[in-house]
């Protein structure tokens, strides 16, 4: 019944050696078609948390992390087609628009891949500062659902934003996602926040989580990973575990069977 997995070490002074970012690719790879369960683009979830399963501390996600979690993040980041991030988290955490990453330049392009991801925003109510920089982007999307006030709609556009309704009154995400396939964004990166992921899990839309474990217990009143409606379990099995010398925890969690 019980069995011993081992957990393949990372150190922290290599993380931002090439050859260690492509041993990392190789553990992180992607399928080579959309998400053979679905049909739908393959979605991959990213986020870090307490041993006690706080996801933020201090109100962001990145005072969790560390130099290996960071190298992981820039792996993944380098193998997405699109990040799919909340307004609210986006603009909380300080994104940017992702940057071409001189070390996956030859991987993506192998794999008929843009120079860098695709970067998407999700929100309901449009609520975003109209000087939030990616905004202005060509290489930004935000979907938004039709209901959306129509002032903040007309404020984002005259920022330069491409918006793109999907549902009515809530963002429907399988729209998202057949929106991303027509534009072959195949390997989507979902980074939060916890009601983005909620909802892909409501809808049965995540093929994959990356955990980091924070080696820490945070206390307080920090929220989960994930929350929103109460939905049946979604079985899923571990893939991939890997620890680094400071004593994070990386695990790679994919679709159990019967799902």
């Given at each position: 019944?019980?069995?011993?997995?081992?957990?393949?070490?990372?150190?922290s002074?290599?993380?931002?050696d090439?050859?260690?970012l492509?041993?990392?690719?190789?553990?992180y790879r992607?399928?080579?078609?959309p998400s053979?369960d679905?049909g739908?683009?393959?979605?991959?979830v990213?986020?870090?948390?307490?041993?006690?399963?706080a996801?933020?501390?201090?109100g962001?996600?990145?005072?969790l992390?560390g130099?290996?979690?960071?190298?992981?993040?820039?792996?993944?980041?380098?193998?997405?087609?699109?990040?799919?991030?909340?307004?609210?988290?986006?603009?909380?955490?300080?994104?940017r628009?992702?940057?071409?990453?001189?070390v996956?330049?030859?991987?993506?392009?192998?794999?008929?891949?843009a120079p860098?991801?695709?970067?998407?925003?999700?929100s309901r109510?449009l609520?975003?500062?109209?000087?939030y920089a990616?905004?202005?982007d060509a290489?930004t999307?935000?979907?938004?659902c039709?209901?959306a006030?129509?002032?903040?709609?007309?404020?984002?556009a005259a920022a330069?934003?491409?918006?793109?309704?999907?549902g009515q009154?809530?963002v429907?995400?399988?729209?998202?996602?057949?929106?991303?396939?027509?534009?072959?964004?195949n390997?989507v990166?979902?980074?939060?926040?916890?009601?983005?992921?909620?909802?892909?899990?409501?809808?049965?839309?995540v093929?994959?989580l990356?955990?980091?474990?924070?080696p820490?217990?945070?206390?307080?009143?920090?929220?989960?990973i994930?929350h929103?409606?109460?939905?049946a379990?979604?079985?899923?099995?571990?893939?991939?575990?890997?620890?680094?010398?400071?004593?994070?925890?990386?695990?790679r969690?994919?679709?159990?069977?019967?799902?």
């Amino acid at each position: 019944m019980f069995s011993e997995r081992k957990a393949t070490h990372i150190t922290s002074e290599s993380v931002d050696d090439p050859a260690s970012l492509h041993r990392l690719a190789d553990c992180y790879r992607y399928p080579e078609s959309p998400s053979p369960d679905t049909g739908s683009p393959y979605v991959r979830v990213n986020f870090v948390s307490s041993i006690d399963g706080a996801a933020t501390h201090n109100g962001k996600s990145g005072d969790l992390g560390g130099p290996g979690d960071r190298a992981v993040f820039r792996t993944l980041r380098g193998l997405a087609d699109v990040i799919l991030v909340g307004a609210r988290t986006a603009v909380t955490e300080g994104y940017r628009q992702p940057q071409p990453d001189d070390v996956f330049t030859d991987l993506r392009r192998d794999h008929g891949q843009a120079p860098a991801p695709r970067f998407a925003l999700v929100s309901r109510s449009l609520n975003i500062p109209a000087d939030y920089a990616p905004l202005a982007d060509a290489g930004t999307v935000v979907f938004t659902c039709a209901s959306a006030p129509h002032d903040r709609r007309q404020a984002l556009a005259a920022a330069g934003a491409t918006i793109m309704a999907c549902g009515q009154d809530t963002v429907d995400l399988k729209r998202v996602l057949e929106i991303c396939g027509t534009n072959r964004w195949n390997r989507v990166l979902c980074e939060g926040g916890p009601s983005l992921f909620g909802s892909l899990i409501a809808a049965d839309l995540v093929d994959e989580l990356c955990h980091t474990t924070s080696p820490v217990l945070a206390g307080g009143d920090a929220g989960r990973i994930a929350h929103g409606p109460d939905t049946a379990l979604r079985p899923m099995r571990p893939e991939t575990t890997l620890t680094d010398d400071d004593g994070y925890i990386y695990t790679r969690w994919v679709r159990g069977p019967g799902r």
